[in-house]
């Protein structure tokens, strides 16, 4: 088992930025794919942005490019979202996942965290 728990979410204007962590704990010595996902009110959880368990691949969802930044410190077995020029439509909650792969698709996802609010004001 591995339980996974998010922070750093908050309130910001539209153009700041935040910086979202994920602690893993439990099963660690696995290392794991992760992801991050979002759902915002009304809407079905979306993916986000995903890490291979090296850190050497990446991939995201073409609404955050150039915007987000994933990576992760596997020492620390934590993963970051770095969240720059922020827009409204980013606001939802932010969720991490832990999985055998990097993919884009949720089910492939075996450990999800309780999420984490992200909210930009206009």
């Known amino acids: 088992q591995v339980q996974l728990v998010e922070s750093g979410g908050g309130l910001v204007q539209a153009g700041g930025s935040l910086r979202l962590s994920c602690a893993a704990s439990g099963r660690t010595d696995s290392y794991y794919a992760m992801g991050w996902f979002r759902q915002a009110p009304g809407k079905e959880r979306a993916f986000v942005t995903t890490?291979?368990?090296?850190?050497?691949?990446?991939d995201y969802a073409d609404d955050v490019k150039g915007r987000f930044t994933i990576s992760r410190d596997n020492a620390k077995n934590t993963v970051y979202l770095q969240m720059n020029s922020l827009k409204p439509e980013d606001t939802a909650v932010h969720y991490c996942?832990?999985?055998?792969?990097?993919?884009?698709?949720?089910?492939?996802?075996?450990?999800w965290g309780q999420g984490t609010q992200v909210t930009v004001s206009s």
């Open positions: 890490i291979s368990r090296g850190g050497g691949t990446t």
């Open positions: 996942a832990a999985g055998p792969l990097a993919l884009t698709t949720a089910r492939v996802y075996r450990y």
